[in-house]
């Protein structure tokens, strides 16, 4: 079974908006990890962010994390078309370093 | 410094038949988890190799087996291949002493016939 759930399925935005995709998840975390991939292809690291962590920022990205509501949220500003891709969320539960991922948001970037 | 790297990218096979998965972790690295990623879903946890033995294992058959080599690569073998087995296979490195960011591998794409 998949530990997080990213919500949109889907989201299509024109070059230069932002773009917010979630992750909700059922049990208790050691962190949580945003990850992209292009096109079926290997997954690249974006972001991890703790447990004890409520956000982080990496450039454009910016990662929340709230505990309490077992939610994180991933946005994009000034979104490129390059940012086209799917985003996966992972998380690893306490005492684990296997992250669980969920089915991923598809990003759609216009030019 | 190289990163992962797997092979073959492509590969068909018919139902029944055998297959091998090679991975080729991060420079540095000692730890291979391999992943098994449906169309449309997100990467499956199928087991993790550490010092030549399997460390952890996700919810996958016995037709699922894997090996580390003294080098840290690692291959992933599937027995009796079903239809279902079709999918983007990862690999993933990282450092087992508290290295919690893995580093994926381009995958290996498998067709069942």
């Known amino acids: 079974s998949q530990q997080g759930e990213e919500d949109p399925q889907a989201l299509s935005i024109q070059e230069g908006e932002n773009a917010t995709m979630n992750c909700s998840y059922k049990t208790s975390i050691n962190n949580l990890q945003w990850y992209r991939q292009n096109s079926g292809r290997g997954l690249v690291h974006l972001i991890l962010i703790r447990s004890n962590e409520r956000e982080k920022h990496s450039g454009r990205l910016r990662v929340t994390l709230d505990t309490s509501k077992k939610s994180s949220s991933l946005l994009i500003t000034a979104s490129r078309a390059a940012d086209t891709a799917s985003y996966f969320c992972a998380t690893a539960g306490k005492g684990s370093y296997i992250p669980t991922f969920g089915r991923g948001t598809s990003l759609i970037v216009h030019p | 410094d190289a990163g992962v790297t797997q092979s073959p990218t492509h590969l068909i096979k018919t139902r029944g038949q055998q297959v091998t998965l090679r991975c080729s972790p991060k420079?540095?690295?000692?730890?291979v988890s391999w992943y098994q990623q449906a169309l449309g879903q997100g990467p499956q946890f199928i087991f993790q190799y550490y010092e030549e033995e399997e460390r952890q294992r996700g919810n996958f058959p016995d037709r699922f087996s894997g090996h580390q080599f003294p080098n840290y690569s690692s291959e992933l073998n599937v027995n009796a291949l079903l239809l279902g087995d079709s999918a983007l296979y990862l690999c993933?490195?990282?450092?087992?002493?508290?290295?919690?960011?893995?580093?994926f591998g381009p995958g290996t794409r498998l067709l069942v016939l």
């Open positions: 420079s540095g690295h000692d730890t």
């Open positions: 993933a490195s990282s450092l087992l002493t508290g290295e919690e960011t893995q580093y």
